[in-house]
């Protein structure tokens, strides 16, 4: 791995825009587990009866609103999660100059407490909280402790719903940020890609927008469909690796 760390650390170290897109595996090493793991699918079919993706789904927020509330509490909301050395070593950067921007498709901020400024939410965050009927926004704590009855569904005093502000299954992504990560892709010299199987789409397709010449990072334990687009492949814990980086880049 020591020689890949050193080759990545070259590529940074001559690239003039450098931009970072994430996915689940940035913040396992955080304990969020990722819920399309193997465990993740196994647990919420035992548990809820459903797949992962069909209790995220906007169909599922419409049609069974407890059920997706009940999941989306027991499963996608970790108060006591902290910025790992992926987290640190991006925001690091960042402040160096050395890497324009992040693009996630986490919901849980954790890049924004270590310290990044320029980060594009692709699914949205789970901290930011609106109602469906009159748009009043609620942070975290009103989602988790308001509801009915049941201590599920939280309400807004003129009834209406109030869900998180994240992209469900089923739903399109923000046209801002979209285009925003467009941009960043396409004026990068390098996109280092990391955490992620490539495989939820559109997000997983604005790899496409990197210039024929920019050069292609892939830091992932398993395949990706972009394997052989790829000018450095790294299957190591990703904070391992971009801590190693940050120390080299220091020295």
Known sequence: MKDKVLQLTEIIKNSTNTVFFGGAG??????????????GLYSAQEKYG???????????????????????KENMIYMDALPNPAHKALAWMEASGKLSCVITQNVDGLHQMAGSKNVLELHGANDRQYCVKCNKKYDLM???YQGNCDGFIPKCACG?????????????LD?????????AIRRA???????????????????????????????????TPYDDHADLIIRENIGEVLGMVQLKLQI
């Open 26 to 39: 940035v913040s396992t090493e955080s304990n969020i587990p990722d819920f399309r793991s193997e465990k």
């Open 50 to 72: 459903y797949t992962p993706e069909e209790l995220l789904s906007h169909n599922c927020f419409k049609h069974m609103t407890e059920l997706f509330f009940r999941y989306y």
């Open 142 to 144: 009103y989602i988790l």
């Open 160 to 172: 209406g719903v109030v869900r998180p502000d994240v992209v469900l299954y089923g739903e399109g």
């Open 175 to 183: 046209n801002d940020v979209t285009s925003s990560a467009v941009s």
């Open 189 to 223: 010299e390098c996109l280092i890609v990391g955490g992620t199987s490539l495989a939820v789409y559109p997000a997983a397709g604005l790899i496409e927008y990197l210039p024929e010449n920019g050069t292609l990072v892939l830091i992932n334990k398993s395949t």
